[in-house]
């Protein structure tokens, strides 16, 4: 069971919507939506999966029935106005969307694909493409905030596409959001979030190094820590995991394997648009270290491991 923490709905109409995969984000994702009142149709490989999800979030409206599990993505969006979506990569994204079982031989004309993988800002482009042609729309929308960001409902959303189809998605994906945000055309979204991998990846070395360091000279981190929490090293990663790293724990959600997949796409585009990386390319060797520690399902605050 992955039980979604409360948290104040929005009032908008009920919708009929569709959740495909339901993972550690989708399934507490798709949660809020049920929550907010939508009927929800949620797909998954594992059928058994879907099944428990139904069965933590049905609830009766109005008499009816509001949620459904179903065996395809096809079937999944036929009814849906909205389709979201979160699996593991580029691949996973096409077999859910393409193809006589794919979402989009399901969804009806006008209808709007939100797909918040992260992937590459190419199939993003070309299931964009892809939609168009069937008189659909496909916003990417990538997400910040982890496992907690999932079941508190707080997450940042990063899109890319069309105002008008973003225009429709953003009241309801606001079940699941703090800021839904449209970025640029299709692909911006997926950017957006490799500048957020590589904001990350920097900041979580500089502080790996900072508290080994402190550990070394005999300084009470934890006290260190709260200290300059509150001067210009004040950050995210200090404020949610400096302690967490001192304390020797990495059970934290986002694991390194997920982290290196997302470097991989950040790496991928830097070679296609110019940008220098160095500093990104070498955090991203230090977890394949960790990868090779046995820390495949760390989570990415774990980088400390490599200093002890």
């Not at 993003?124 to 892809?130: F, G, N, Q, W």
């Amino acid at each position: 069971m992955n039980n979604i923490n409360v948290k104040t709905y929005q009032a908008t109409p009920a919708r009929q919507v569709a959740f495909l995969g339901l993972g550690v984000m989708g399934y507490p994702m798709a949660g809020h939506l049920a929550r907010a009142g939508h009927h929800v149709a949620v797909y998954n490989r594992s059928a058994a999966k879907a099944g428990s999800w139904c069965a933590e979030f049905t609830a009766p409206q109005g008499g009816q029935q509001v949620l459904r599990q179903a065996p395809t993505p096809k079937l999944a969006a036929q009814q849906a106005d909205l389709v979201f979506c979160c699996v593991g990569n580029d691949d996973d994204l096409r077999s859910v969307t393409l193809g006589a079982d794919g979402a989009f031989a399901g969804m009806k004309p006008g209808s709007v694909f939100v797909d918040h993988t992260t992937a590459s800002a190419s199939v993003a482009r070309e299931l964009s493409d892809a939609a168009s042609k069937l008189g659909l729309a496909f916003i990417d929308a990538p997400v910040s905030g982890g496992q907690a960001g999932a079941q508190n409902g707080l997450l940042t959303v990063m899109c890319g596409g069309d105002t008008a189809a973003f225009e429709r998605a953003e009241p309801v994906a606001m079940a699941f959001s703090r800021a839904f945000t449209l970025l640029g055309p299709s692909g911006a979204g997926q950017l957006a979030k490799m500048v957020n991998q590589i904001c990350i990846a920097g900041l979580v070395q500089g502080l790996s190094e900072a508290i080994a360091f402190g550990q070394l000279a005999g300084l009470d981190m934890p006290q260190v820590l709260d200290v300059i929490g509150k001067g210009a090293a004040q950050s995210w990663q200090l404020d949610n995991r400096g302690k967490t790293m001192v304390a020797d724990k990495f059970d934290f959600g986002f694991a390194v394997d997920w982290m290196r997949k997302d470097l991989g796409l950040v790496l991928d585009e830097a070679k296609r648009n110019g940008a220098r990386l160095p500093v990104t390319a070498l955090v991203d060797q230090f977890y394949a270290d960790v990868q090779h520690m046995g820390g495949r399902r760390w989570d990415t605050s774990s980088l400390i491991k490599r200093l002890k």
